[in-house]
């Protein structure tokens, strides 16, 4: 009986610490950790990435967004946000030169571009 307890309060502490959001203590930003559960791999539209994050509830917070492009290319400077995969991550700007067609969106290197909303990125949600 103990060692059923034993191994089944290891796989709460494991899952806790996978469940854990990632602290970027310079920018007082908490980031959403990604699973297949709660942030699905496939990309989104821009109006989706927003909603998905606007309709988030984490770690008891239901304030989450997508960030500034800012803090995305700081939180990846600092190494914050070493981890994410490769790709094309919303944020909440528009492209001030085509504000109606174009998100700015941020390449997990931190380069900043303008993406077409209709185009796909990924979500990553901070508070």
């Known amino acids: 009986m103990k060692y059923i307890l034993l191994l089944f309060m290891s796989v709460i502490l494991l899952n806790a610490k996978e469940n854990k959001p990632v602290i970027d203590g310079g920018q007082h930003l908490m980031w959403s ?3 297949k ?6 990309p989104f539209l ?6 998905f994050c ?3 509830y984490k770690y008891g917070y239901s304030d989450w967004r997508l ?7 700081k939180s990846i400077k600092n190494g914050t946000l070493k981890k994410i995969r490769l790709g094309s991550y919303w944020t909440s700007s528009v492209d001030p030169k085509e504000p109606e067609d174009n998100a700015l969106a941020v390449y997990s290197n931190g380069h900043v571009y303008a993406l077409d909303i209709c185009d796909a990125a990924y979500a990553l949600c901070v508070r």
Do not use: A, L
């Open 46 to 51: 821009w109006k989706f990435g927003k909603s």
């Open 37 to 42: 559960k709660t942030n699905p791999d496939q």
């Open 54 to 56: 606007e309709n988030s």
């Open 33 to 35: 950790v990604c699973s």
């Open 67 to 73: 960030p500034t492009p800012q803090e995305i290319q």
